[in-house]
């Protein structure tokens, strides 16, 4: 069965998590959800295993917290990308919701000749 194209819209209504894609066999490898972070709320450590990720910030602001230390600043129109096997948190340091769309795929490899 092949993915079939599909609509979502991101209406924000206080849900802190919402899971907009599945995987298979909704899609080919992608999964994708939408977040919102209060003020001085945190997602919780975590990693995508094998999967590479994408984080687009829509609204607010905030840190994207590596393990070992290191920071990277989140706003909106922002996009971070992050490895796979890489520890991290998302931190809304903002005075309003931090709200985002992440995004995660299998890592493909390419062919080899």
């Known amino acids: 069965m092949n ?10 209504d206080g849900t802190p998590y919402r899971r907009l894609l599945s995987g298979p066999p ?16 945190t997602v919780g450590e975590h990693t995508t295993e094998g999967r ?13 917290l590596l393990a ?8 909106a129109g922002t996009l971070v990308y992050c490895p796979p096997e890489t520890t991290h948190n998302v931190l809304n340091t903002g005075q309003v919701p931090l ?7 299998k ?4 062919d080899e000749d």
Not at 53 to 63: A, Y
Not at 68 to 75: N, T
Not at 99 to 105: C, D, E, L, Q, S
């Open 68 to 75: 070992g230390g290191a920071e990277l600043p989140l706003r």
């Open 52 to 64: 590479e990720e994408c984080v687009v910030v829509l609204e607010g602001e905030g840190r994207f």
């Open 3 to 12: 993915p079939l194209p599909l609509v979502f819209h991101l209406d924000f």
């Open 99 to 105: 709200r985002y769309v992440y995004i995660v795929a």
């Open 107 to 110: 890592v493909c490899l390419p």
């Open 26 to 41: 909704e899609t080919s490898a992608m999964k994708a959800g939408a977040v919102e972070l209060g003020p001085g709320e």
